[in-house]
């Protein structure tokens, strides 16, 4: 018998996020994520992948990682400061800080682990983090482990985030102040205002950290929301995912030399977890390799993700202001949403609701990923289900 408390604890919660819509049922797909699923023997058009350049089924990936792995096995068998860093993560790092146009990479285990070791290797209880409310949860967990001062920031809002940095450098209280962006809101798919964010960093001496996770593979023909600006240099720390539009495992953080040489030695993801596995290593090198070769397939994506936002706000969703492929249809009630996620699935389409915590109570949405390997048929069949699902619940008329 386990713990009496435990049980009811458990119990308590997990009824009361049932009755309120707010519980999220995971499914297991029988094939790979691509953009037709299948899902207990039904097939469905896809629009809930973070897989936007179809690089989670790329054949020549496919081909590396096999190739890597009859090299150097499955695994590299330790923490990378011990001796677990293969040539092959040298060269990843190398080929990463090329194509971002920096001084140097590192690779973590993920995109989550970039944001828990890079922000805390930096920030300490003597310092200030000026943070965006719509920050990810792993911004959000890797400035808490900093112990920083966390002053919000509302979203996007460039005279609260003036306000917030001379308070904070004139207040004479902090040794370091950062400000930290998102770079793609990944439930808006609104860009940061990254220029803006830097010209007010420099006017305060503010660190500038951005985690790119969806603009990486997306924005700036795949190299990111710096180089769409054309920011090169001026940001300090740009965190990037090798999961999303890379389509493998992992993360990376870019910027001088001196500040990954630190990074090594301090972020503790790095210290303490074995090193990326060869294979996924040896897959996202090529992934590099496509995107420096050709900007085809992030254009395609474009081309598709603007065609889907026409068909859904033609329909008359609210589609928010997304300002890139991620396209929302923002609900509001939460067992609405839920119930709108389970007929598109019934009629062919697979769009997971998205509820609180993940967004704010009140503006449950379903979140459409469309990839740079939907057709034109099968968007076209999506937005079909989709206005026949809207006018059935009442979301559109």
């Not at 001062?149 to 509302?154: C, L, N």
């Not at 306000?163 to 450098?169: G, I, N, S, T, W």
């Amino acid at each position: 018998m386990g713990s009496k408390c435990l049980e009811n604890f458990l119990k308590e919660g997990l009824d009361d996020l049932k009755n309120k819509g707010l519980y999220n049922e995971i499914e297991s797909l029988e094939s790979p994520n691509a953009p037709i699923i299948k899902i207990n023997g039904k097939e469905l058009i896809n629009l809930s992948s973070n897989n936007y350049l179809g690089f989670a089924t790329n054949e020549k990936m496919m081909e590396a990682d096999k190739k890597a792995i009859d090299k150097y096995g499955v695994g590299a068998g330790a923490v990378r400061t011990i001796n677990g860093t293969l040539d092959i993560h040298d060269k990843l790092e190398k080929k990463i800080a090329e194509f971002k146009g920096a001084g140097a990479a590192i690779a973590f285990q993920s995109g989550f682990n970039c944001n828990a070791g890079a922000i805390q290797a930096i920030m300490n209880k003597n310092d200030a983090i000026l943070s965006d409310e719509l920050n990810h949860a792993s911004i959000i967990d890797g400035c808490k482990l900093s112990k920083a001062k966390i002053i919000r920031v509302k979203h996007s809002d460039m005279d609260d985030l003036r306000k917030k940095a001379k308070e904070a450098k004139e207040s004479g209280q902090y040794g370091k102040i950062m400000v930290i962006t998102d770079g793609v809101f990944s439930m808006d798919g609104d860009i940061a205002k990254l220029p803006e964010i830097v010209e007010i960093a420099e006017e305060y001496d503010l660190i500038t950290y951005v985690d790119d996770a969806h603009g990486e593979g997306v924005l700036g023909k795949g190299k990111g929301i710096v180089h769409h600006f054309g920011l090169e240099g001026r940001v300090d720390l740009e965190i990037g995912t090798l999961s999303k539009a890379l389509g493998v495992v992992g993360g990376c953080v870019t910027g001088t030399k001196d500040l990954i040489d630190w990074l090594k030695v301090r972020a503790r993801p790095f210290l303490f977890s074995t090193s990326l596995t060869p294979g996924a290593a040896a897959a996202v090198l090529e992934a590099l390799n496509i995107l420096t070769e050709s900007s085809e397939v992030v254009d395609k994506l474009w081309e598709n993700g603007d065609y889907l936002k026409k068909g859904l706000n033609k329909l008359g969703f609210n589609i928010g202001k997304s300002e890139t492929p991620i396209t929302p249809c923002i609900i509001g009630d939460e067992k609405t949403a839920q119930k709108f996620s389970a007929r598109l699935r019934e009629e062919g389409v697979y769009a997971k609701s998205i509820v609180y915590p993940t967004v704010p109570l009140g503006t449950a949405r379903v979140r459409n990923m469309p990839t740079s390997t939907h057709t034109k048929e099968m968007l076209d069949k999506a937005l079909k289900i989709y206005g026949k699902v809207g006018k059935e619940l009442g979301v559109i008329k």
